[in-house]
């Protein structure tokens, strides 16, 4: 089976590609909707964002306090490092357990992450996709999608891996700006990496 790995900046499209690939047959693990479910449903995960955030982590309807985690994410580079130490490590053992059962009869199958190579879940796969867009092209989709301001997208962007180094280090790069023939890409990029892992 050939685990593919799907990746890029924010607004860059990496689920419309996502899409594209399920409408092919494709099935997408999406490790961001996997980590908000797990921090809910693991109860080591609660247990460990209890302890490191206190007992208000979790609302009064068993719900992630989403507020107080994002404070403890953004303002503190050593808070974030402790949350993605208690989730990452479940996100990994969740993809394989996926992979074992429910995507065992694909010859492909594709994990989504937007911070794949920060996550080092690239050893989770055999070829990393970057879904790429032009800076001004992402800034608008976000600020459109999410009606932040330019100055957060750029806050967002700028905390995220530089986007020369992600295309340089990805096995194949689609460029979405709006412009380009995704699919037709996509179709390339099958073809020639989907069937073999060397």
Known sequence: MMKLGITGGIGSGKSYVSRLLERRGIPVYDTDAAAKRLMVEHPSVRRELT???GAEAYLPDGTLNRPLLARCVFSSAVCRARVNAIVHPRVREDFARWVAAGAS???VVAMECA???EAHFETEVDKVLV???PAEV???RVMERDGA???QVKGRMAAQMDEDERCARADGVVLNDGC?????QLEAWIAAFGGRKD
């Open 51 to 53: 302890a490191l955030l």
């Open 115 to 117: 911070i794949l190579y």
């Open 138 to 140: 992402r800034m608008r």
């Open 105 to 107: 009869g694909s010859g």
């Open 131 to 133: 879904v790429s867009a």
């Open 180 to 184: 380009a023939d995704v699919e037709a």
């Open 149 to 151: 301001t330019e100055a």
